[in-house]
C-alpha cells in the first residue's frame, strides 16, 4: 500500500499538519520540511520545552545562545567542565554561572536575566491557562520576533509567521472540548509526535502523505 495522499492548498497545510500530530497520525510533507521541524517552530518549542522541564538539557542547548546573549563556547566549555567537576547536571550549573571563574560578567548578567525570564513563565505555564500569551511574553522577552525579523527581510518576516502559527496552534490546544487543564506539556508531546521510521521508509499502509498546492 502507498498510504494516503492528500492534496491541499499550501496555507492549509499547517492546520492539517497540526490535527494529524494532535491525533497521532503518522504523516510526511512530499516536497519540503514539516512545518513542525522548521528551525524557527523547534526553536520557539525549545523555550517551551526548557520551561517546563527544567532538566531538557538538549533544549536548553537549543536556546543557550539563541537568540544571542554573549555565552559563548569558551563560556559554555567552563559551565560543562564545572558541572562534571561538581557532579550536577549541565542545566543545573548554567544557571549557577555567577560562581564559575573566567566567564564574562555580560555573560553571567545574560544568564540571570535568562533564568529570570524562564521563571516566570514556569510560573505562567503552571496555571494551566493563557498558554498561548505566555508563550508570546515568553518569546518576545528573549527577542526572538525581532531577532526572526532582522534575520532576512521577507524571509525573516515569514519565519516569524510560522512562530505566530505555533502560538495560535497553542490557542486552539487550550480551546479543545473536554480537556479540563490544558497541559502544555500534553500539547508539546502531540507536535513533536511523529514516527520517524516511517519517514524514513516511505509511506505505509496508515500513513499521510502531504502534498501542498501552489
Given at each position: 500500500?502507498?498510504?494516503?495522499?492528500?492534496p491541499c492548498p499550501k496555507a492549509?497545510?499547517?492546520?492539517?499538519?497540526?490535527?494529524?500530530?494532535?491525533?497521532?497520525?503518522p504523516y510526511r510533507l512530499f516536497g519540503g520540511s514539516t512545518f513542525f521541524d522548521r528551525k524557527e517552530v523547534k526553536d520557539?518549542?525549545?523555550?517551551?520545552?526548557?520551561?517546563?522541564?527544567?532538566?531538557?538539557?538538549?533544549?536548553?542547548?537549543?536556546?543557550l545562545n539563541y537568540p544571542?546573549?554573549?555565552v559563548g563556547s569558551s563560556?559554555?566549555?567552563?559551565?560543562?567542565?564545572?558541572?562534571?567537576?561538581?557532579?550536577?547536571?549541565?542545566?543545573?550549573?548554567?544557571?549557577?554561572?555567577?560562581?564559575?571563574?573566567g566567564i564574562p560578567?555580560?555573560?553571567?548578567?545574560?544568564?540571570?536575566a535568562l533564568d529570570g525570564?524562564?521563571?516566570?513563565?514556569?510560573?505562567?505555564?503552571?496555571?494551566?491557562?493563557?498558554?498561548?500569551?505566555?508563550?508570546?511574553?515568553?518569546?518576545?522577552?528573549v527577542r526572538l520576533p525581532e531577532t526572526l525579523r532582522d534575520d532576512a527581510g521577507e524571509a525573516g518576516r515569514r519565519r516569524w509567521g510560522n512562530v505566530e502559527f505555533l502560538l495560535r496552534s497553542i490557542e486552539r490546544h487550550e480551546?479543545?472540548?473536554?480537556?479540563?487543564?490544558?497541559?502544555l506539556a500534553q500539547f508539546l508531546a502531540r507536535i513533536t509526535l511523529q514516527n520517524n521510521d516511517n519517514n524514513e521508509q516511505g509511506p505505509g499502509p496508515s500513513q499521510v502523505t502531504l502534498s501542498t498546492l501552489h
Open positions: 500500500s502507498q498510504g494516503f495522499r492528500v492549509q497545510a499547517r492546520l492539517i499538519e497540526e490535527e494529524l500530530r494532535s491525533n497521532g497520525i520557539a518549542a525549545a523555550y517551551m520545552r526548557f520551561a517546563v522541564n527544567p532538566h531538557d538539557q538538549i533544549s536548553l542547548r537549543r536556546i544571542p546573549r554573549g563560556s559554555i566549555e567552563k559551565l560543562e567542565r564545572q558541572a562534571l567537576l561538581r557532579g550536577i547536571p549541565f542545566a543545573e550549573m548554567v544557571f549557577q554561572a555567577d560562581d564559575v571563574e560578567s555580560a555573560a553571567k548578567q545574560s544568564l540571570r525570564v524562564l521563571q516566570r513563565a514556569r510560573e505562567a505555564y503552571a496555571l494551566g491557562r493563557n498558554m498561548s500569551a505566555a508563550t508570546r511574553q515568553l518569546l518576545e522577552s480551546q479543545r472540548p473536554g480537556e479540563e487543564r490544558p497541559s
